[in-house]
């Protein structure tokens, strides 16, 4: 594996992260983590700014892992595997790479004179509330960090596990901007099991938004991926809005599936065993690039906000509360108080 050289979470060819000497492999043998090996590897830098040209609304995120036990079949993420000289397929899916000095690294990076106290978006590349997290336990001390610093984050996952993090994630709120949001695209369990066959179920994950509602902490939900010709019908679509709106979400936002390469080839292949009737319309729709059509994600987005009113929810519009409670003043300097509206897939 080509450790040296590594390129980051950014694509980017930049120092290498962490030096092969500083690698250990682990296996567990234990049903929740048979088949998967664990790459843990002390970083040599946790905080990764996203690049210029990027659709995403923040400028820097921190990712623990590197591969999603998730094993989403259409994870934009997957290319970053290839910079280790693992496949982008299976290896993805089994081989975790685990920054187990995350939480030190982000601590001494806030801490630092240059760090401006901008936001940090976590759960944009890969889920940093995956399986692997219930072993190694790193979002506490990263969570716990930025609320030392008075540190405005957000978090998206398709875990249960932030859960457990929930007195953690009050305190920060007490002294900055919060933002947690839930990926949930579809709650049609056939469509689950086969493209997102590593994740809780959406119910499970609906049960997430309920219980933070329930601690006061307004939750969001990224509707994504929506899946076309797999889970765009309108009795899926309404079906999906009416289950987020009956959780208590605070706002909805539908994303359409996009296909990055590395993420593409994954999942035609997948698509070419589970629906090849589908996959000539997919090459179509899909032929001018890593997205749909923008017909196409205006009229989803379009049905999916009509049924958020109908529902008594609405889109995330940048100005939707994240705090758990009203936040003290920050400290000088203050950070940004833009909410980030996220965006995973």
């Known amino acids: 594996m080509r450790w040296e050289n590594l390129t980051p979470e950014s694509g980017r060819a930049d120092p290498a992260l962490f030096g092969a000497d500083s690698v250990t492999t682990r296996t567990f043998d234990t049903p929740e983590f048979r088949g998967i ?42 290319k970053t595997h290839g910079y280790l000289d693992l496949d982008t397929g299976l290896d993805f899916d089994s081989q975790i790479v685990v920054k187990v000095n995350a939480p030190e690294l982000l601590r001494a990076k806030l801490a630092s004179r240059s760090w401006r106290g901008e936001h940090i978006a976590m ?38 596990l932030i859960l457990r993090d929930i ?36 119910e499970r994950r609906l049960d997430v938004v309920r219980a933070l509602a329930a601690h006061g902490i307004e939750c969001g939900v990224l509707m994504a ?37 590395g993420a593409r080839e994954w999942y035609m292949a997948w698509l070419a065993e589970h629906h090849p009737e589908l996959v000539a319309r997919y090459e179509r729709m899909y032929a001018g690039g890593a997205y749909a059509p923008t017909w196409y994600q205006r ?7 009509e049924l958020a009113r109908e529902y008594g929810i609405g889109p995330e519009d940048g100005a939707a509360r994240r705090r758990v409670r009203p936040a003290a003043p920050p400290p000088s300097p203050s950070p940004a108080e833009d909410p980030v509206q996220l965006s995973f897939l």
Not at 138 to 158: C, E, Q, W, Y
Request: glycine share 6%; charged share 20%.
């Open 37 to 78: 090996t664990f790459h843990e590897i002390r970083a040599r830098s946790v905080v990764n700014r996203v690049p210029g040209a990027s659709r995403m609304p923040f400028e820097w995120t921190v990712n623990p892992y590197r591969g999603c036990s998730h094993a989403c079949v259409y994870c934009f993420a997957r």
């Open 123 to 160: 759960g944009t590349n890969v889920d940093c509330y995956q399986r692997a997290e219930g072993r190694y336990r790193l979002m506490p001390g990263i969570i716990a960090a930025l609320r030392d610093h008075a540190n405005p984050f957000s978090v998206l996952t398709k875990g249960t």
């Open 167 to 202: 007195e953690l994630l009050e305190q920060a709120a007490e002294v900055t901007e919060v933002g947690v949001s839930v990926s949930v695209g579809f709650v049609d369990r056939d469509l689950w099991r086969t493209v997102e066959p590593g994740t809780p179920a959406p």
């Open 225 to 261: 991926p929506v899946v076309p010709f797999l889970g765009d019908r309108p009795e899926q679509l309404r079906a999906t809005v009416r289950a987020i709106a009956e959780a208590g979400a605070s706002s909805v936002t539908p994303l359409v599936l996009h296909l990055r390469p």
């Open 299 to 305: 009229q989803v987005t379009r049905q999916v906000h």
